[in-house]
């Protein structure tokens, strides 16, 4: 079965800095696009940071590229997602996805980008000002 689990949420002050984690069990990883979200209350879902496990290349949008950094270890089939500089905007659960197996190597756009279907069960980060 398909599994992913976050972890690293927490409360902080404004300014500080989390790294979450995303295990990844089930998945051709390696050849697979993984995805950060978030979601606050009363919010839309909002893409975080994007990366195809083949190559790293990576995506994120304009309003958090300064400040988010995603990385892979394939040995250890998790992606992580580096956050500094938080700010009570920020605040919201975070959940990981993962594509299916790619053929090709695609851009970290294309991974921004896809509908994914796997989602792990999210991570809470409360930035406090």
């Known amino acids: 079965q398909v599994q992913l689990v976050e972890s690293g949420g927490g409360s902080v002050q404004a300014g500080g800095s989390l790294r979450l984690s995303c295990a990844a069990s089930?998945?051709?990883?390696?050849?697979?696009?993984m995805g950060w979200f978030r979601q606050a209350p009363g919010k839309e879902r909002e893409g975080v940071a994007a990366?195809?496990?083949?190559?790293?290349?990576?995506y994120y949008p304009d309003s958090v590229k300064d400040r988010v950094t995603i990385s892979q270890d394939n040995t250890k089939t998790t992606v992580y997602l580096q956050m500094d500089s938080l700010q009570p905007e920020d605040t919201a659960m975070y959940y990981c996805?993962?594509?299916?197996?790619?053929?090709?190597?695609?851009?970290?756009?294309?991974?921004?980008?896809?509908?994914?279907?796997?989602w792990g069960q999210g991570t809470q980060v409360t930035v406090s000002s």
């Open positions: 990366i195809f496990g083949g190559s790293g290349d990576s």
């Open positions: 996805a993962a594509g299916p197996f790619s053929t090709f190597s695609r851009s970290g756009s294309y991974c921004y980008s896809l509908r994914y279907t796997d």
């Open positions: 089930g998945y051709s990883f390696p050849r697979s696009c």
